[in-house]
């Protein structure tokens, strides 16, 4: 099982990033997929979470208000990838940011319908990229 995030990098206030969480080792419509970040010195944070049941209905995907309306969570099946657009970035978005894969049967798991859980309840990770916004 594997989980690779990239695309991070150094990026001006107002500027724009995408990353992308390339997973491998499981049935990707099985899994939620859900981003997380880690700032210096601060609380890992949950920020937006995919699932392919509720990603077409109301309730799904999940976005921390923090996030909601500069970040779009989206993936691409035929691709086992997971797309964090990031608009709008500021410096208070710099963190590392991790990918991480839950497991979904029936009612069990996360579903990304309006909470994403928290990094305890995810099975797998990536290694993480790092985000640097500059003032």
């Known amino acids: 099982v594997q989980l690779v995030e990239s695309g991070g990098g150094l990026v001006q206030t107002g500027g724009s990033l995408r990353l992308s969480c390339e997973v491998s080792?499981?049935?990707?419509?099985?899994?939620?997929i859900g981003w997380f970040r880690q700032a210096p010195g601060k609380e890992g944070e949950a920020i937006a979470c995919?699932?392919?049941?509720?990603?077409?209905?109301?309730?799904?995907?999940y976005y921390v208000d923090s996030v909601k309306g500069r970040f779009t969570i989206s993936s691409d099946n035929a691709k086992n990838t997971v797309y964090l657009q990031m608009n709008a970035l500021k410096p208070e978005d710099t963190a590392v940011y991790y990918c991480?894969?839950?497991?979904?049967?029936?009612?069990?798991?996360?579903?990304?319908?309006?909470?994403?859980?928290?990094?305890?309840?995810?099975?797998?990770w990536g290694q993480g990229t790092q985000v640097t916004v500059s003032s």
């Open positions: 991480a894969a839950n497991y979904v049967f029936g009612r069990t798991g996360i579903h990304c319908a309006y909470d994403m859980g928290s990094g305890d309840q995810y099975d797998y």
């Open positions: 080792g499981f049935t990707f419509r099985d899994h939620s």
């Open positions: 995919i699932n392919s049941i509720t990603n077409s209905r109301p309730e799904g995907p």
